[in-house]
């Protein structure tokens, strides 16, 4: 089983900068994907990015509506996940998930979900 658990959301103004956080306990071994989801009011949730958990995030996919203003990266000694987020919008605004998968013994992967963060971008 692998906990998450989330921090770094706020309040920031439209081209403000913010960091989230992911740390990540338990049987981390089996990830073998993590990645940021994001969900706003009335809409469903949506990938922001997404990489595989070993070496050093070698196989990166950002949303379009992102790239080139996240960053996923991790810190493998501390476990963490993180998402640099520069150029904020608005659109932005968003609950944002950490998750990480692995690879189930069944039919079905094991999906793991962090409590989720709040950021709000003011315009």
């Known amino acids: 089983q692998v906990h998450l658990v989330e921090s770094g959301g706020g309040l920031v103004q439209a081209g403000g900068s913010l960091r989230l956080s992911c740390a990540a306990s338990?049987?981390?071994?089996?990830?073998?994907?993590m990645g940021w989801y994001r969900q706003a009011p009335g809409r469903e949730r949506e990938l922001v990015a997404a990489?595989?958990?070993?070496?050093?995030?070698?196989?990166?996919n950002y949303a379009n509506p992102v790239k080139g203003r996240f960053t996923i990266s991790r810190d493998n000694a501390k476990n963490t996940l993180y998402l640099q987020m520069n150029s904020l919008k608005p659109e932005d605004t968003a609950v944002y998930y950490c998750?990480?998968?692995?690879?189930?013994?069944?039919?079905?992967?094991?999906?793991?979900w962090g409590q989720g963060t709040q950021v709000t971008v003011s315009s």
């Open positions: 338990g049987y981390t071994i089996c990830i073998s994907t």
């Open positions: 998750n990480a998968v692995c690879p189930g013994t069944g039919w079905d992967d094991y999906n793991y």
């Open positions: 990489a595989t958990a070993g070496g050093n995030l070698n196989y990166i």
